[in-house]
């Protein structure tokens, strides 16, 4: 009630209100949640070699396939609801989604033709080659940020464009366009979501009930695995290009969209919400996403998963294990430093001044924003 060094006789002069931390502060529970997902993503990756020898494999595939990207997606879209054409904020997307975009396409694109030997290679920024297809999605979704938040009813809409999607073999792979239409409804359901959302499913009795839904779709996938083609979950082809009636993508677009969001729902029920040992690495998920993706393909190339044992279970268990070591290695902080140039870099040079420094209002009423969502968290 009182100061230490002050007498309740004492008129005491009053604090002066605390002064926002100059930084925007960090939701340790989305930080957690990105390096998770990002983690069940290189598992993933892992995975594909070896899943053809092993049913089980196969079904724990399909079941992580079904929710972790849509996971990550629907974070992305939450973070970017404030997303306009400031000049600030298009320099942010230039500089942390289309060079790293670039950089990483001709990467990937000199990788395979040096390292892999695949001289039939060529170096396009028009067709999104393995991980790429993300930064070219994430580049398209913010940029139509504005026209969802201006639509009164954004998600009917968004789910309208994923349907027609996936009838239309037409689309063909510039820019993977049928991965940026089709995973569309889960950026503008995190554009749709607000605090409170998160916070109801992560209450307990979600958690508890997360684990019969979990059951129940390692149990479906493991019936479904010589009956279903995987490349569904890849949402990368319409329905004509897989081999299936026209009319089975509208409903395959609706069931696994249903199917991922109890999965997501589970995933975001078990995040913790503290701070824990691996929330700084959230912060790097982007790194460890795209490179990865070197260590898989040369690991392939090289012959690391051809090993017999490998394919059994002690050596799958030990390849997830792998996998998960090796992007949480990659979204560490050294790491970071060291190829920031290519994921954060500055480019000052590259913009008029006016477009660098935002308003100070505005940065001060996104803080306060901010502040009020994590107290409210």
């Known amino acids: 009630m009182f100061d230490a060094a002050t007498s309740p006789g004492q008129n005491r002069t009053p604090?002066?209100?605390?002064?926002?931390?100059?930084?925007?502060?960090?939701d340790a529970f989305f930080d957690n949640a990105k390096y998770l997902a990002i983690v069940l993503v290189a598992m993933g990756h892992s995975w594909e070699?070896?899943?053809?020898?092993?049913?089980?494999?196969?079904?724990?595939?399909?079941?992580?396939?079904?929710?972790?990207?849509?996971?990550?997606?629907?974070?992305?879209?939450?973070?970017?609801?404030?997303?306009?054409?400031?000049?600030?904020?298009?320099?942010?997307?230039?500089?942390?989604?289309?060079?790293?975009?670039?950089?990483?396409?001709?990467g990937y694109s000199l990788f395979q033709r040096l390292v892999v030997g695949d001289s039939g290679m060529d170096i396009s920024l028009l067709d999104?080659?393995?991980?790429?297809?993300?930064?070219?999605?994430?580049?398209?979704?913010?940029?139509?940020?504005?026209?969802?938040?201006?639509?009164?009813?954004?998600?009917?809409?968004?789910?309208?464009?994923?349907?027609?999607?996936?009838?239309?073999?037409?689309?063909?792979?510039?820019?993977?366009?049928?991965?940026?239409?089709?995973?569309?409804?889960?950026?503008?359901?995190?554009?749709?979501?607000?605090?409170?959302?998160?916070?109801?499913v992560r209450r307990w009795p979600v958690r508890i009930a997360a684990v019969p839904v979990f059951a129940l779709a390692l149990a479906f996938a493991w019936w479904s695995v010589p009956r279903l083609n995987t490349a569904w979950f890849y949402h990368r082809d319409s329905a004509q290009e897989l081999g299936a009636p026209w009319w089975s993508g509208p409903l395959m677009v609706l069931g696994m969209f249903g199917c991922s969001m109890l999965l997501t729902a589970g995933f975001f029920s078990w995040v913790p919400g503290r701070r824990t040992w691996f929330t700084a690495l959230g912060a790097g998920t982007l790194y460890g996403y795209l490179l990865h993706g070197f260590v898989v393909k040369y690991g392939v190339h090289a012959g690391w998963f051809d090993p017999e044992w490998l394919h059994g279970p002690l050596g799958e268990i030990l390849v997830t294990a792998l996998a998960g070591a090796c992007v949480t290695l990659l979204c560490t902080r050294p790491v970071r430093r060291l190829f920031r140039f290519a994921m954060e870099p500055r480019m000052d040079w590259a913009f008029r001044r006016d477009a660098a420094v935002p308003a100070a209002r505005e940065q001060g009423r996104e803080r306060e924003r901010r502040s009020r969502e994590m107290a409210d968290a």
Request: aromatic residues 14%.
């Open 128 to 200: 999104p080659w393995y991980l790429t297809w993300f930064l070219c999605a994430l580049f398209v979704w913010r940029l139509t940020t504005p026209l969802w938040q201006a639509v009164r009813h954004p998600l009917p809409v968004a789910f309208g464009i994923a349907i027609l999607a996936s009838v239309s073999p037409s689309i063909g792979d510039d820019l993977d366009l049928q991965r940026v239409l089709q995973f569309l409804p889960y950026f503008v359901l995190g554009l749709c979501l607000r605090p409170e959302h998160f916070r109801l």
């Open 49 to 106: 070699p070896l899943k053809g020898d092993s049913r089980v494999l196969e079904a724990v595939y399909c079941v992580v396939y079904a929710f972790h990207m849509p996971a990550f997606i629907i974070v992305s879209g939450y973070f970017s609801r404030n997303f306009d054409m400031r000049p600030d904020r298009l320099k942010r997307l230039v500089t942390g989604v289309v060079v790293p975009y670039v950089l990483f396409e001709t």
């Open 15 to 26: 604090r002066p209100p605390a002064r926002p931390p100059a930084g925007r502060p960090r």
